[in-house]
């Protein structure tokens, strides 16, 4: 089944404790990006890749790193979370440059 | 600035009673508008993309339209099942960014 893949579903941290979001997808996509969505603001770009090695900042990149070292995966790192990251992130990734999205299920992060 | 409204914010439809979503847009250089369904608890789920003014597409109960100012997604005869929240996205020739409206939350009573 083509799918995205987040793992893990919740996660609950503390300030300052570094953390990794991981995103798989199945469907050889040369594109992928993480979002995070929260209330009355909609889901925001935080950063997206083109492929291998080639990422590039979103909307909102402050306190967030990726890479992407590997063509399925696309890992989210909060190196010091804090609880202004608390928040409902999805990765999703998509064929070529005008395809339309595949979302994973999503990971719901607090940070107290 | 760049902008995707979505109205109205919730809607509550007996079944059977159709009615339109409404996803406004200003933004320069529109490559394509989407719209996504989401349920609780999961990822947005692809419906359609919309190219061009006057261009139409249609699944089940479901029909999306867009003219050079907005898009409308009309729901014909609904049921239960299409309880969801609607997403509307904006893609520009840019290519690498996506602006999401905060969405329309359907619920649709028996």
């Known amino acids: 089944e083509a799918q995205v893949t987040q793992n893990p579903r919740y996660l609950i941290t503390v300030t300052g404790k570094k953390l990794t979001v991981t995103c798989s997808q199945n469907?050889?996509?040369?594109?992928m990006s993480w979002y995070r969505q929260d209330p009355g603001l909609g889901l925001r770009q935080i950063y997206y890749?083109?492929?291998?090695?080639?990422?590039d900042k979103g909307d909102v990149p402050e306190g967030y790193k990726v890479s992407r070292k590997e063509k399925r995966n696309f890992p989210l790192i909060l190196e010091s979370p804090s609880p202004n990251q608390t928040s409902l992130y999805f990765c999703?990734?998509?064929?070529?440059?005008?395809?339309?999205?595949?979302f994973g299920n999503g990971t719901r992060l607090t940070v107290t | 600035e760049d902008q995707v409204t979505q109205s109205p914010e919730a809607l509550r439809l007996q079944e059977g009673e159709s009615s339109s979503l409404n996803c406004s847009y200003t933004?320069?250089?529109?490559?394509?508008l989407f719209w996504y369904r989401q349920d609780p608890g999961k990822g947005p789920e692809f419906l359609f993309t919309?190219?061009?003014a006057g261009e139409e597409k249609e699944k089940e109960r479901l029909k999306a339209t867009l003219t050079k100012k907005e898009s409308f997604l009309h729901i014909t005869a609904p049921k239960p099942e299409d309880s969801a929240t609607y997403l509307c996205?904006?893609?520009?020739?840019?290519?690498?960014?996506?602006?999401f409206g905060t969405g329309t939350s359907l619920t649709v009573i028996p």
């Open positions: 999703a990734s998509r064929r070529e440059e005008y395809s339309p999205l595949h």
């Open positions: 469907m050889n996509h040369e594109y």
């Open positions: 890749s083109m492929n291998v090695e080639v990422t």
């Open positions: 933004v320069s250089g529109l490559r394509g």
């Open positions: 919309l190219y061009s």
């Open positions: 996205a904006v893609q520009l020739y840019t290519g690498n960014q996506f602006y």
